[in-house]
């Protein structure tokens, strides 16, 4: 399931669920990204272009299919504007086996933070600016081509 939405997502729910729509998985990976408070961050916005934003994704999630032996996956994101300590994005995935479940949720974070396409804009000292993926993020995307 891939859901962009534009109201507060509830992880623990949304984990529960996934895991009780797929008894048979032997293992169950999920990341949680939250707007971190680095002292200076007021709040983060995210937007996207609705339906071409989830069809991106999709094309991410039928790699994750094509590369491992999952039995599910689970991604919602939140556009609009987030509060320090909302959260961002969830990300699971369930496989028989636990290396599979892991690999594949990285895989999936990390095309997400480098390769979806939502414009992000936080707010610092009350002005706000764009900003990008950094350095690190694509250096960790590109080990899954190796």
């Known amino acids: 399931m891939i859901r962009v939405c534009d109201s507060p997502i509830a ?3 949304e984990l529960a669920a996934f895991r009780a729509a797929l008894p048979n998985a032997g293992a169950i ?3 949680i990204g939250c707007v971190r408070d ?3 961050t007021q709040a983060l916005t995210l937007s996207h272009y609705p339906g071409f934003t989830e069809t991106v994704i999709a094309g991410f999630v039928e790699q994750v299919s094509e590369r491992w032996n999952l039995l599910g996956t689970l991604i919602l994101h939140r556009v ?6 909302e959260p961002i994005v969830l990300v699971a995935t369930a496989s028989a086996h ?3 479940a892991f690999e594949a949720c990285d895989y999936l974070m990390d095309r997400l933070k480098c390769d979806a396409p939502f414009w992000k804009q936080e707010t ?3 002005e706000t600016r764009w900003i990008e993926p950094h350095p690190q993020d694509h250096s960790d995307l590109n080990r899954w081509s190796s």
């Open 11 to 13: 992880p623990e729910a």
């Open 38 to 40: 680095d002292g200076q």
């Open 29 to 31: 990976a999920s990341f």
């Open 98 to 100: 636990r290396r599979e």
């Open 80 to 85: 609009g504007k987030m509060s320090l300590g």
């Open 124 to 126: 610092v000292a009350g």
